[in-house]
């Protein structure tokens, strides 16, 4: 049994699998695309009978710049973060937009969850601390949920600290 083959055995106490948050979903997105496209054509068509017709063309030139912005905030949406917490490991790993990864390996009897918090906002960031470094965790979420999380990984983390439970067998 290799330490790979150990880690995989090894009960999960806390995983969890954060996304960027997008509030219009592809219907939307379409629904969206026509009505701006429509109102955009029939503005450029009004302008076009006054004898406007290079406003037409910025009509135009309007619509594929939104598309152009949604395309791109849809294709930041393919990152995420995963955490996952067993008594032995604490693993982080970030993938980029673009497919990059990124993977953290810590020691969870050595990692310390803090956060940074205000009075209006809440908790502004929550990150790792270990050997004094720091590794941010959960920036995709909001306050609230962010608060949630910090819960729950701090109860994940607590629960590693304690080690692995054993029930005796009378």
């Known amino acids: 049994m290799t330490a790979d083959n150990a880690s ?3 009960p999960t106490i806390f995983s969890a699998t954060i996304t960027p948050h997008r509030s219009l979903g592809s219907v939307g997105f379409v ?4 009505l701006f496209g ?15 017709w290079p406003v037409f063309g910025f009509f135009g030139l309007d619509v594929l710049l939104l598309y152009w912005a949604f395309r791109v905030s849809y294709r930041s949406a393919a990152a995420y973060e995963e955490i996952k917490v067993t008594a032995s490991a604490l693993t982080v790993r970030k ?4 497919g990059q990864v990124r993977e953290w390996l810590l020691n969870p ?11 209006e906002f809440g908790i502004a960031r ?5 050997r004094g470094k720091q590794l941010t965790v959960a920036s995709y979420l909001g306050p609230d949920e962010r608060a949630d999380f ?3 990984l701090g109860n994940a983390l ?3 600290k304690r080690g692995p439970v054993r029930t005796v067998l009378h």
């Open 8 to 10: 995989e055995l090894e």
């Open 31 to 34: 629904v969206l695309m026509v």
């Open 158 to 160: 607590a629960e590693a």
């Open 95 to 98: 993938v980029s937009p673009r």
């Open 109 to 119: 009897l050595w990692v310390r969850l803090d956060r940074e918090s205000t009075e």
């Open 126 to 130: 929550l990150f790792l601390t270990m």
């Open 150 to 152: 910090a819960i729950a």
């Open 38 to 52: 429509a109102v955009s054509f029939l503005a450029g068509i009004a302008f076009l009978l006054m004898g406007a």
